[in-house]
């Protein structure tokens, strides 16, 4: 099951989104993220609309950087709930994502 994640279209993009903006190496640089306005959307049967706003701030600087993200999730199938306990830590709603879209604009706040 891993494998076949791993080798996902959204696996890969995800590695891709988290290696230009890794929350952890940010939060050690002394940046700060917010995110507001949280929307979903259902579109179809497998398939939702995300949007939301994120505030990233550094401790030096008083000025925040704004985003506005929107996405399309497509989902692998029904969420279900694991039996194993060990994908039940790290999945417990059982959401699987075999691809998605993003898009993002910067906003001067």
Not at 68 to 96: I, R, S
Request: glycine share 6%; proline share 6%.
């Amino acid at each position: 099951m891993y494998t076949t994640l791993a080798n996902s279209p959204a696996y890969t993009e995800y590695r891709n989104f988290i290696l230009q903006d890794n929350p952890k190496k940010l939060s050690q640089h002394g940046w700060r993220r917010t995110v507001t306005d949280v929307d979903i959307s259902r579109l179809a049967d497998l398939t939702y609309r995300l949007s939301w706003h994120e505030r990233l701030r550094s401790s030096s600087e008083g000025t925040p950087v704004g985003q506005t993200f929107t996405g399309t999730v497509y989902l692998a199938d029904k969420p279900l709930v694991p039996n194993d306990p060990l994908v039940g830590q790290f999945n417990p709603a059982g959401v699987y994502i075999k691809d998605f879209d993003m898009n993002w604009s910067i906003l001067k706040e």
